[in-house]
C-alpha cells in the first residue's frame, strides 16, 4: 500500500516498471537485445547518468543549503531515492547486458552505490530528525517521551490500575541485544516482536479501553520508537559517519570510472569512422 | 563546525577520484585499449596471417589497429585496408565492388566486432545491408515466394561482385511463368533498366498514384497495350496520356467528334457516352433532347448533319407545306402542339375581333393559303344595307367591331338634322338604308301630316326629302298642290 513514507519507492517501482515494458517492446521490434552503442542503448544510458548525477549532487547541496525556500529535505530525499534507483536501472539496461572492461566496472560500481544507498538510508532514518533534517538531540527525545507519557496517563486516567501496567509493558524499550549494531539494523525485528506483544495485550484489555486502542496504539509505538532512537542515537550518528566515508568514495570512483567510459565511448564509437 | 562542503570535493573525494584516474590510465598505460573493450575480439584464426595475425584477437588491445583518432586522416575501412590488401588487388572482388559504389557502406556494417571471441565476424543482415547503395534496394526480397528469408546466393550465386539477370527472369518464370513470358516479350530481359527493388513497379506498385491511374477498362489493360516496347523508366514514364493514342483504331465516330475522346467516354468503357450537345451548333432542347442520336445521325455521321427543320420533319407537316419549311416559325422544340402563329407575319393581320376568331373561322378545311381577304368573302351582306354600299365593309366599319361604323359618303339629306348632332342611321333608316321615315323623330303623326299637307292641297307627301331635302319645312314652300 502507497503511504507518505514509502511513496518514492512506489514510484519509482512504477517508472521501472514503465521503462522496461519500452524495453521489452524494443527488444522485441529489434528482435533482439538493444546495443548500447545506438540509439535506443545511448539514450537510456545518457539519461540514466543523468538521473545518477542528480541523485549525488542535488541532494547534497540542498542539505548544505539550510534554506527552506528550495524545498523540504525530506522530499528532496524521495527524489534523491527515486532517482537512485530508477537511474542505475536504466544504466544497466543501457549495458545490454555485457559487463566488459571499464563499462562492468562502472556497472559493477552502481550496483554498490545502490546498495550502499540502501543501508545509508535505513541507517539515516535511524537518527530522528525534523521534516527539514534537522537532528533532534537526546534531550529533545527525553522531553518527546515525558510528552508522550503524560498524554499516556491522561487517556488511562480513569481506567484500571491493570490496563495501565499492560500498556506500560507494551511501551517499555525494546531488550538490547546484540549491542548497538542490532539495535539500529534490528528495527524490523523489533517492529515484529512489539506487534506481536501488542496482539497479546489487546486480548487483556478492557472495552472501554479498546474504544480508544488506535490511539493508545500510536502512543505505545511513539514511546517505543522514542525509547530506542535514544538509546541508539550516539552509535547512529557514528555509523552515519562511517557510511559517509565508504559511500562517497564508491561514488566518486563510479562517476570518475562513468565519465572515462563516457568519453571512450565518444572517442571509439560516436566518432568511429 | 559542521562542515559544508560537497563530498565530492573534500579531501577523501578528490584523493578518491585522482586514484581512480591514476588507476584507470594506468591501466590504459600498460594494458592498451582493454579497458574500454566492449567485448572479446574475433578469436577465429583464418588459416593464414593476415597483416601479421591470424585473427583480430591477435592484435591484443592495440585499438589503433582498427581504431582511427579523430585527429589522424583516414577511417576505419582505410585501417581495414592496410591488412586486408587482397580486396584492393582482386578485380572484380565483392569487397572491392562494395567499396567503390557506395562511401556510406562501411565495413564494420557487416563485419561487426567485440561480439566474442567464436562469434561470427559476419552479420549480414540482409535488412540492415545497404544494397539500395548499390543501385538496387532489397526492399522486396526479404522473404521468397516460400517464404523463406533470402540469401546473397539466391540472386548472386557465387559471385557478389557480379550479378546475371537471367537470375531475375529464372526465379520469377518459376512463380508466374505465364506472365514472365509475356512480360518478356512485351519488355526485354534487362529487369534492371525499369525495376529498382523497392517494387516502384513490383507487385505493390500503385498506377493510380501516377498522373495517369488506370480507371475503370484501363485497369484491365496489359501493361504493353501502353508502354509496347519500352525497356527503360525513361521509356515506361513516355507512355502519352492522349486518348488517340491508344484508341484512334477504335473510333466509331470515323474522327468527326476529334480526338478527345474523354469529352464524352469515360475509362469505364465505350458504351454511355454522354455528348454534350449543347456545345454542338444545335444545342438539344425540347423534344429534341430525348430523341435517339440515330434519329438525327443516320449512319453514323454526325458532321454536316442538316439543321433546318424540315431536314427532319418534313414527313410531321401537317400544313402538307403550306406555312412553308421553318417549323420554327410557330413550333418549339417541345412539341408539334402549343404552336404560336403569328398572324402579324402574315398579308392579313388579325387585329381587333379577329384577333379573337378561331383559325378554323378563316382557315375551313385547314387551307391557309388562298385566303381571300376581302371581307364579304367572310362576312355576308347585312340586309339592314344589302346592295347600298357594296362589299367593301371597312369603307365604313373597323375589325373592332361592326357598331359603330362611320358612314363617310355622300348624303344629301344632313346627318345633323336635329339638335343632337350627327345621328344613328336607324334613326332616319329603322330597318334598312333602302328606305327612311321622319316620324321617328318628329312629334307630328302621320295622321297630322297628313291634314297639315291636304289642308295645303298636297297629297303626294310620303316621300318627306323630295320636298324638304335638308329637312327644313321652308323647304315645301307655301303649298300649292302636290309641288311636282
Request: proline share 3%; with cysteine.
Amino acid at each position: 500500500m502507497i503511504t507518505r513514507s514509502n511513496r518514492e519507492l512506489w514510484l519509482a517501482f512504477i517508472a521501472i516498471a514503465s521503462i522496461s515494458l519500452l524495453y521489452i517492446f524494443t527488444v522485441a521490434m529489434l528482435g533482439g537485445v538493444p546495443p548500447a552503442r545506438e540509439f535506443f542503448g545511448h539514450s537510456i544510458g545518457i539519461l540514466g547518468f543523468v538521473l545518477m548525477l542528480m541523485t549525488e549532487s542535488l541532494y547534497s547541496l540542498r542539505k548544505r543549503s539550510r534554506r527552506a525556500q528550495w524545498g523540504r529535505m525530506s522530499a528532496w530525499l524521495d527524489f534523491h531515492i527515486f532517482t537512485g534507483l530508477v537511474g542505475p536501472f536504466m544504466v544497466l539496461l543501457h549495458s545490454s547486458w555485457k559487463f566488459n572492461g571499464l563499462a562492468g566496472i562502472v556497472m559493477l560500481l552502481t550496483a554498490v552505490i545502490v546498495l550502499s544507498g540502501f543501508i545509508g538510508r535505513y541507517i539515516y532514518t535511524a537518527v530522528p530528525r525534523t521534516a527539514d533534517g534537522v537532528e533532534l538531540e537526546a534531550g529533545l527525545l527525553e522531553s518527546q517521551i515525558a510528552q508522550v507519557d503524560a498524554d499516556l496517563q491522561r487517556l488511562l486516567a480513569d481506567g484500571p490500575a491493570r490496563t495501565r501496567t499492560i500498556l506500560e509493558r507494551a511501551a517499555a524499550p525494546a531488550q538490547a541485544s546484540g549491542g548497538t549494531f542490532a539495535a539500529i539494523f534490528g528495527r524490523a525485528l523489533s517492529d515484529l516482536r512489539f506487534r506481536s506483544e501488542w496482539g497479546r495485550a489487546r486480548r487483556e484489555l478492557d472495552t472501554n479501553t479498546l474504544n480508544r486502542i488506535d490511539q493508545l496504539e500510536g502512543l505505545v509505538r511513539r514511546k517505543r520508537s522514542l525509547y530506542r532512537q535514544v538509546s541508539s542515537l550516539a552509535a547512529a550518528r557514528r555509523l552515519l559517519a562511517l557510511w559517509h566515508a565508504v559511500h562517497i568514495p564508491i561514488g566518486m570512483v563510479l562517476f570518475t570510472a562513468a565519465f572515462i567510459h563516457a568519453l571512450a565511448a565518444i572517442y571509439y564509437a560516436t566518432l568511429l569512422r | 563546525m559542521k562542515t559544508t562542503r560537497l563530498g565530492c570535493i573534500s579531501s577523501t573525494g578528490i584523493i578518491t577520484t585522482l586514484l581512480a584516474v591514476l588507476l584507470i590510465g594506468g591501466i590504459a598505460y600498460a594494458r592498451g585499449g582493454v579497458l574500454f573493450n566492449p567485448g572479446e575480439l574475433n578469436a577465429q584464426a583464418g588459416g593464414r596471417s593476415v597483416g601479421g595475425v591470424a585473427s583480430h584477437a591477435e592484435t591484443g588491445g592495440r585499438c589503433s589497429a582498427c581504431h582511427v583518432p579523430f585527429w589522424e586522416v583516414g577511417g576505419m575501412d582505410d585501417r581495414c585496408l592496410v591488412c586486408h590488401v587482397e580486396i584492393e588487388q582482386s578485380a572484380d572482388d565483392f569487397h572491392r565492388v562494395m567499396l567503390a559504389q557506395s562511401q556510406s557502406h562501411q565495413c564494420y556494417n557487416c563485419h561487426t566486432e567485440h561480439r566474442g571471441a567464436q562469434a561470427s565476424l559476419t552479420v549480414l543482415d540482409l535488412q540492415r545491408f545497404p544494397h539500395q547503395a548499390v543501385g538496387y534496394s532489397l526492399q522486396a526480397h526479404v522473404t521468397s515466394g516460400a517464404g523463406a528469408a533470402f540469401t546473397c546466393f539466391d540472386c548472386h550465386g557465387g559471385t557478389f561482385g557480379s550479378f546475371n539477370q537471367a537470375n531475375c527472369t529464372a526465379c520469377h518464370h518459376q512463380i508466374n511463368p505465364a506472365f514472365m513470358d509475356a512480360h518478356l516479350a512485351d519488355f526485354g530481359d534487362g529487369c534492371l533498366a525499369c525495376h529498382d527493388g523497392i517494387d516502384t513497379y513490383g507487385k505493390i506498385f500503385d498506377h493510380n498514384s501516377l498522373a495517369f491511374p488506370l480507371q475503370g477498362e484501363h485497369a484491365n489493360a496489359a501493361c504493353s497495350g501502353c508502354h509496347a516496347g519500352a525497356v527503360s523508366l525513361a521509356e515506361l514514364r513516355q507512355a502519352p496520356h492522349e486518348c488517340s493514342a491508344c484508341h484512334l483504331e477504335d473510333d466509331a465516330h470515323a474522327g468527326n467528334f476529334g480526338q478527345d475522346c474523354g469529352t464524352c467516354h469515360t475509362p469505364d468503357g465505350w458504351e454511355g457516352a454522354a455528348f454534350d450537345h449543347s456545345l454542338a451548333a444545335f444545342p438539344l432542347t425540347g423534344a429534341h433532347a430525348t430523341a435517339a442520336c440515330e434519329d438525327c445521325h443516320q449512319g453514323g455521321v454526325f458532321q454536316g448533319t442538316p439543321q433546318d427543320c424540315f431536314s427532319c420533319h418534313a414527313a410531321d407537316d401537317a400544313h402538307d407545306g403550306r406555312f412553308g419549311q421553318d417549323c420554327a416559325a410557330c413550333h418549339t422544340p417541345d412539341g408539334w402542339e402549343g404552336a404560336v402563329f403569328d398572324h402579324t407575319l402574315a398579308a392579313f393581320q388579325l387585329t381587333g375581333a379577329h384577333a379573337t376568331v378561331a383559325c378554323e373561322d378563316c382557315h375551313q378545311g385547314g387551307v391557309f393559303q388562298g385566303i381571300p381577304q376581302d371581307c364579304a368573302a367572310c362576312h355576308a351582306e347585312p340586309d339592314y344595307h344589302a346592295g347600298q354600299f357594296g362589299i367593301d365593309c371597312a369603307a365604313c366599319h373597323d375589325t373592332a367591331a361592326w357598331m359603330p361604323a362611320l358612314f363617310d359618303r355622300p348624303h344629301t339629306f344632313p346627318f345633323d338634322h336635329g339638335e343632337n348632332g350627327r345621328s344613328e342611321c336607324r334613326v332616319c333608316h329603322p330597318d334598312s338604308v333602302a328606305s327612311y321615315t321622319c316620324y321617328t323623330c318628329h312629334e307630328h303623326s302621320p295622321a297630322d301630316i297628313e291634314q297639315e299637307h291636304r289642308e295645303e292641297g298636297i297629297s303626294n307627301f310620303s316621300d318627306c326629302t323630295r320636298c324638304h331635302p335638308t329637312g327644313q319645312e321652308e323647304e315645301g314652300g307655301d303649298g300649292g298642290g302636290d309641288g311636282d
